[in-house]
Each structure stands twice: as structure tokens, then as C-alpha cells.
T-cell receptor, first 111, second 111 residues
Framework: SQQGEEDPQALSIQEGENATMNCSYK?????LQWYRQNSGRGLVHLIL?????REKHSGRLRVTLDTSKKSSSLLITASRAADTASYFC???????????FGQGTRLTINP | DGGITQSPKYLFRKEGQNVTLSCEQN?????MYWYRQDPGQGLRLIYY???????QKGDIAEGYSVSREKKESFPLTVTSAQKNPTAFYLC??????????FGEGSWLTVV
């Protein structure tokens, strides 16, 4: 069963614009993580946000977490062509020692 | 360098044949995971292991087997009972509750 669900499934924007992706989940979590995957490659970890945190930043990335709505968002500012990839959220459900992934958002940055 | 090594990168399986994918980590992580990814899809958990000599089934364990005889190694065998094994397989590890790190993945194709 899928815990995290990303929205939108696909997003296409112009270089320099901001990209926002959302993730919803169903049960209480310990933490939520965002990953990037280039085609045919492994996943690269971007940010981990714990259930008692509301916002985290890393360079051009900003992640928010709203546990009351069971949702998170990933904002990429000033997008670049190299940001073209699939982005996944993963949740570490309380009481479950495993990480469950959503279907991902395919982001395309047009030059 | 520390990290997770998966081999082989590409593997071809004949009908009725068992194949084993290797996963080695030198991060001293307790937990290791195997995920399957079909084209354009998210990751689905096959098996995971929190400690040596112990492992649990994930969401799609049928047709797969694993072992965890050493902390750093978690091989995955795709058996002939797995009727649709063509996919991208990802190995990962972490210290529970913290960032999960991924290998570069292995492509398995049935010929």
C-alpha cells in the first residue's frame, strides 16, 4: 500500500521559474524524506524533515510539513535544466520500520 | 569512499532461471532494503532487514528471497516463481529513523 502520494504527476516549467511539488500521506509519521532520481539512476537524498519540524531549507530547496493535513511540499527555486528529474517523497510511518514511497513527480525544466 | 555498491548493473535472466543481485554497503548501517521500480512508477518494497540474520517481507515479496548473513551484505535472489521480473532493482541502507542511502540500481531483463 502506498503511504505517500505526490502531486502533480508531471510538471513542466521554464528555466528560472519555481517548481512546487506536493506529497500527501495517510498515517502518522516519524519523518518524511524527499529524493531526486535521474532517469535510470539511483535515488539521491535531498531533505529529511521530522514530524516535529515545519520547514527546512537546503540551498534552493525548501520543504514544509503540515502534520495536521498529512502533507508536505517541496519548492525548488530558480530552477535549472539540471533539476530535470523525478522527485519522490517517502514516509517513515510510526511503528513501521520501513520507508514507503509515492509514485513521484516528473519535473521537466525547459531552457 | 563510503557507499552502497550494487552489481551487476545489467542482468539478463532466462525463463525458469534464478538470478542473484548483489548489494554491499560500507556505511555501517544496521538496516538494508530492496525496492523494485517499474518504468514511470514509484518504488515498491520487496524485503528489508533491520539486523543480521533477520529480515521481513515487504509489499511484493512473492518470487523473491534474501539473506543477511553479514551486516554489510544483503543479496536478493529473483526466483523462477517471479513471473514478471523485468524491472529496475534498488538496494538501500540506513540507521533506522535516519536518511536512507541508495545504490545505483540493477536492471534485470527476462530474455
Amino acid at each position: 500500500s502506498q503511504q505517500g502520494e505526490e502531486d502533480p504527476q508531471a510538471l513542466s516549467i521554464q528555466e528560472g521559474e519555481n517548481a512546487t511539488m506536493n506529497c500527501s500521506y495517510k498515517t502518522s509519521i516519524n519523518n518524511l524524506q524527499w529524493y531526486r532520481q535521474n532517469s535510470g539512476r539511483g535515488l539521491v537524498h535531498l531533505i529529511l524533515i521530522r514530524s516535529n519540524e515545519r520547514e527546512k531549507h537546503s540551498g534552493r530547496l525548501r520543504v514544509t510539513l503540515d502534520t495536521s493535513k498529512k502533507s508536505s511540499s517541496l519548492l525548488i527555486t530558480a530552477s535549472r535544466a539540471a533539476d530535470t528529474a523525478s522527485y519522490f517523497c517517502a514516509t517513515d510511518a510510526q511503528g513501521a520500520q520501513k520507508l514507503v514511497f509515492g509514485q513521484g513527480t516528473r519535473l521537466t525544466i525547459n531552457p | 569512499d563510503g557507499g552502497i555498491t550494487q552489481s551487476p548493473k545489467y542482468l539478463f535472466r532466462k525463463e525458469g532461471q534464478n538470478v542473484t543481485l548483489s548489494c554491499e554497503q560500507n556505511l555501517n548501517h544496521d538496516a538494508m532494503y530492496w525496492y523494485r521500480q517499474d518504468p514511470g512508477q514509484g518504488l515498491r518494497l520487496i524485503y528489508y532487514s533491520q539486523i543480521v540474520n533477520d529480515f521481513q517481507k515487504g509489499d511484493i515479496a512473492e518470487g523473491y528471497s534474501v539473506s543477511r548473513e553479514k551486516k554489510e551484505s544483503f543479496p536478493l535472489t529473483v526466483t523462477s516463481a517471479q513471473k514478471n521480473p523485468t524491472a529496475f532493482y534498488l538496494c538501500a541502507s540506513n540507521t533506522f529513523g535516519n536518511t536512507i542511502y541508495f545504490g545505483e540500481g540493477s536492471w534485470l531483463t527476462v530474455v
